[in-house]
């Protein structure tokens, strides 16, 4: 893929807006950048996360607690520490808090529990032509400078639908949303929804693993300077 920024970003819905936005914020120290209408009552809470964004969705109406995704934990490294620091927020996702370098993470990972390790390191080596992470024996794998962390999990779910509380979905933020989404289909990924535009903001459309996982391919104006 032809990356327009080196990083992943990830989402996640709550119905606890206030107690996750002083988790992240003053717990784990994340710095708030803006919040973003996205129609229908919602409302997304972009946090800067070294570069990533981490996305805290949140709804006028009551979001369905849902199948679990296969996200499992979020990882931040951090300078100072001599082992992992673990976490969980209001909802319960977990946090991890790493020594910078462990496991390749010099930024932030994202854990994923899946029920087939093989088909998922085709996925990610293939579909999306993701590089591995050396050290980490074919299991882990570079998206720019974030790390996707792929883990045997046998009650991992199976197509969990993209609404529901907790992280559901990874973005990857790509020049030309319409050329990847076909190239990553055409390279054995499965369709969740087709590209579509947000106002003047983004082009965006959805992508999924094997297990069913929701990938987020998006062209931001922001970074591309284009939708078209």
């Known amino acids: 893929m032809n990356l327009a920024k080196p990083r992943i970003d990830i989402g996640l819905f709550t ?29 997304q809470h972009r946090h800067d996360l070294f570069g990533s964004v981490l996305k805290i969705n949140a709804s006028r ?7 679990p995704t296969g996200y499992r934990e979020l990882l931040i490294a951090k300078d100072g520490l001599l082992g992992p620091k673990h976490m969980s927020d209001p909802d319960g ?3 991890t808090l790493v ?5 390749g993470i010099t930024q932030i990972g ?5 029920r087939n390790v093989n088909a998922h390191r085709r996925f990610y ?13 074919g299991d882990s794998f570079y998206c720019g400078e974030s790390v996707i962390m792929v883990t045997e999990a046998p009650d991992a779910s199976m197509d969990a639908e993209i609404a529901g ?5 990874i973005t990857i933020q790509v020049f030309k949303a319409d050329a990847e989404y076909d190239a990553i289909i055409a390279r054995g ?24 996982n929701w990938i987020e391919i998006s062209q931001r104006a922001s970074l591309t300077g284009s939708l078209e």
């Open 15 to 43: 119905n606890q807006i206030e107690a996750m936005l002083d988790f992240y914020q003053n717990k784990v120290g994340i710095a708030f950048d803006h919040a973003l209408p996205l129609g229908g009552g919602q409302m």
């Open 61 to 67: 109406s009551e979001i369905p607690a849902g199948q």
């Open 93 to 95: 996702n977990k946090v």
């Open 99 to 103: 020594p910078r370098g462990l496991w």
């Open 110 to 114: 994202i854990r994923l529990g899946v």
């Open 125 to 137: 080596a293939l579909a999306l032509g993701l590089p591995d992470v050396p050290e980490e024996g």
């Open 165 to 169: 509380v907790g992280m559901r979905y």
């Open 189 to 212: 990924g499965r369709e969740g929804t087709r590209p579509r535009t947000l106002g003047t903001v983004a082009r965006f459309g959805f992508v999924r693993d094997p297990d069913g």
